[in-house]
């Protein structure tokens, strides 16, 4: 790639973190944000990251600024008796403390720096990566090393990692208990209503499509369940925040949720049964079919299907907690009671 | 400069840009905004350390040299997991300001004397 376009990219990608830092407004800066997560899954893509590039991409524009928004509108609601002042932030000229700041962070810059010229820029290769590269194909019967690396070699620390979502979710949840789901947006025009029904099953067609595929090319279940996600936010944005929770019970996604966890945790088990250790794939007796093919890699596409489950719907339901409004226990709120 | 040593250097920029954020930023929002930014900064620094140059991304049948699998694996499940913290986070932020009535760090009573 073009090294002047690169460096181009680089500082582009700086600016908006720079930008993130300083602009005025939190909503400005929401949006720098959003900018800097896109363009840093450009970086990915060009760094030759193609996986991690997808998911960066549709876990920054699809949830982290949808979620930003959320709690924004969540704390901007006029009560009586709030002190609704913005805290406006002015960083020219800098405070002392800030400027004492300022120079730790340029000292912590410096020495990190420092840390990495003597790595030599050169990339690091253990025997772990090697094996990967050259045995994947023949072990786990997977095109894509990286699934094979999540959900073959490393299985374990991918249930793991699921874990953490299940437990983040079920801190949310304990956290906005008690408060109800609330009409607070009642969608957008007839127009975009319709062309919405239209583009929704393509957005499914399409994460179901990255979900199943994951083991032949760039995608999988985390990247897949986050655009499921992604598409029940669009049910709230387009038709209104009481549309899904009316016609999907929360009930129906920690089933979800929860079947998916155990649905991994099955497949491990089974390879725990047949003797060959916890989340074993070609050695449990899974058929690895021919490689490139759509049946190949054994236990990887099912474990795809349940982790993909499990970010959906944790996924889902942890926007739709945040949506919920909060109860205020000692004041009614004028005009918004149902 | 080797696109090497333009990744690592943007990536530590990024990283004390967002340490700032943290540190400097009285409104809560604003420091959730720097931990997203550390977040990415470190995201960027783990794949440049397995990045060759001229490699081919990790797909099979492999076209060249590929770039290390190892970092992407990691990366991958970090990105959903810390969209999950990032959402925890800004639980507690609606939570607190739903108690304390204000987003200012320095008026929330408890943390400061």
Known sequence: MNPALTGFIFLLLIATAVSACLMKDILSSVIALSVFGVLLSIVFSILQAPDVALTQAVINSGMITSIFLVAYSQTMKVRSGEDNTRVIKTYYPFRTDEMVILFICIGLGFFLWKGIVPMGFSSLSGDAANHYINFAGVETGASNIVAAVLFDYRGFDTLGEIAVIFTTVTGISILFEGSRYHRSSSGLSFIVRRSMAFVIPLIILYASSIVLMGHLSPGGGFQGGTVLATASICFCVVYGSSFEAARIHPWIKETLESTGCLFFAGLGLIGLCTGAGFLANGAAGFPLGTQGTFISGGSIPLLNMAVGMKVGAGLSSLFYSMVKILEAPFEGIPGEVE | ?113
Do not use: Q, W
């Open chain 2, 1 to 113: 400069m080797t696109m090497s040593s333009m990744s690592f250097a943007a990536a530590i920029i990024i990283f004390c840009t967002g340490f700032f954020t943290l540190l400097t930023g009285r409104n809560l929002f604003r420091m959730v905004i720097g931990i997203s930014l550390m977040e990415g900064a470190l995201l960027l620094f783990i794949i440049t350390v397995g990045y060759v140059p001229g490699g081919v991304p990790p797909l099979l049948p492999l076209k060249g040299l590929p770039v290390n699998p190892l970092p992407h694996a990691f990366t991958l499940t970090t990105i959903v997991i810390g969209a999950s913290h990032i959402a925890l986070a800004l639980a507690f932020v609606v939570r607190i300001h739903s108690s304390y009535k204000t987003l200012d760090v320095e008026k929330i009573r408890g943390l400061r004397e």
